[in-house]
């Protein structure tokens, strides 16, 4: 009976220790709550980054401009090697310097437009006038047709699409529900790598491919003036834009193309269908830059100050490229204010971490993860052959932000099991701010997955998607003004004690199983 007794109260004694190894200092975290919510910088950062550096499109002039600022705001806050890191070749830089178009036949009207990146700009230093040419063809083989006939003109594709009204609100917020669900989610077998092949292929998918193939190489071979497009997802005169060309180095210059809102395109089209002389007026001027072909992230460090965990690295970090519709405020300007913020809040705090921690704001990211995916490569592993650099074994964790600007209401596992109650611990002085989930899914698309490719543990947030995916994701509509500023100051609030408590933490975070080699390199004989 007695032994029973003693060996509960040793267990229970080691419960309580092993317990209380994660809970959080509570009046650090007082401390940070007090700084985020009582003196936030978070929109002075967010104004600089979105109207004062303009588009930031990866190696356009506007996101060279916001990270200098950056890397300058870190290294005045007291950040060391406070840099622009290169990362290896990106490509071209982009920028629209003039974009005009209005149908002045069969009366003047204006139109909603965005010319897609990496296109060309409309020939001659002055407005050129056009009627349009609408190209309709069910297939690749129809194209044939206007061979020849497309030189100089504005042209047009035919869409199918038809608009309707929004029965549903724009912005959400996460449902209790919702939340509960997330956290009810079990493990999924082979959940961090989705199985590949047998996957059906989806054929009308893959026809719509074939036919936009066939488009771009006629549209480049014949070089209209201009080229119109739509999306369909846009309404209202929100325009889903993105790219239209490519930036490699060699790549060819594609012809002006711009994207019209939904509402103009189909108005026009439907003119032009009708035999209606349609006239256009239009004037787009685009520029390429091929000075420097280099990309480059922005990092910055608190160093750490305990002797033997000092060369151990808390990282934080989003994306700091964006499209260039607008200036990218809710993807992801939002994500870099709250890293940046986050640091801001430590060193005002002159917390001096165990561990050092370091933000890094990424390019490329828009164009597939190239940012962080190189740093990755440059610094801790190769994905692929899953060789590993030393500086692998130092990194504690990645936490990144790029689900737009909604407050978090907690985090995604992304399958690391072992890492779920250290988080719910971090959380709980939070609870009542909305962030209290932990969900063992997985989320992807974004940066952490290029750290959780190699092994090292790598987080995303879950936050509220307010209009995200309805009105600002890669549109003309995401400016300063969709940012809620007491959803950034909760999220900078979260961020910067998360990397405090990493930083502090006695182990590292623990971490899943390393990913296999993709390829094992031929063995010489
Ligand atoms: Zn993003």
Partial sequence: MRKIFLFSTIQFLFLLVFAQNDAPDIEMMKKIRQEAMENSKVMDIAFHLTDVSGPRLTAS?????????????????????????????????????????????????????????????????????????????????????????????????????????????????????????????????????????????????????????????????????????????????????????????????????LMLSSDDYLRLQRLVNAGIKVEIETDVKTRFFTDDLKGYNVIAEISGTDPKLKDEVVMLGGHLDSWHGATGATDNAAGCAVMMEAVRILKTLNVQPRRTIRIALWSGEEQGLHGSRNYVKNHLADPVTMQLKPEHGKVSAYYNLDNGGGKIRGIYLQGNTAAGPVFSKWLEPFADMGAATVTINNTGSTDHVAFDAVGVPGFQFIQDPLEYSTRTHHTNMDTYDHLIPDDLKQASMILASFVYNTAQRDEKLPRKELPKAREVPARPF
């Fill in 61 to 257: 002039p506007g996101y060279m401009n916001a990270a200098n600022w950056a890397k300058t705001k870190l290294a005045g806050w007291g950040l060391k090697n406070a840099s622009l890191e290169p990362w290896g070749e990106f490509g071209k830089g982009w920028q629209q310097e003039r974009s005009y178009i209005a149908m002045t036949k069969p009366y003047y009207q204006p139109f909603i437009a965005v010319p897609r990146a990496w296109t060309g700009s409309t020939p001659g230093n002055t407005i050129m006038k056009s009627d349009v040419t609408l190209i309709k063809a069910k297939d690749s083989a129809e194209l044939i047709q206007y061979i020849g006939k497309l030189k100089n003109k504005i042209v047009m594709t035919w869409m199918s699409d038809t608009l309707r009204p929004s029965f549903s609100a724009d912005a959400s917020r996460y449902a209790d529900t919702v939340l509960t669900r997330m956290a009810a989610a079990v493990p999924r077998e082979n959940a961090q790598r989705p199985a590949q092949g047998n996957r059906p292929v989806n054929a009308n998918f893959a026809t719509m491919q074939a036919f936009q193939r066939t488009l771009t190489k006629l549209m480049n071979d014949e070089k209209p003036a201009l080229v119109l497009s739509m999306n369909g997802r846009g309404n209202d005169g929100t325009i889903f834009v993105s790219g239209g060309g490519q930036y490699t180095k060699d790549a060819v210059e594609p012809p002006a193309s």
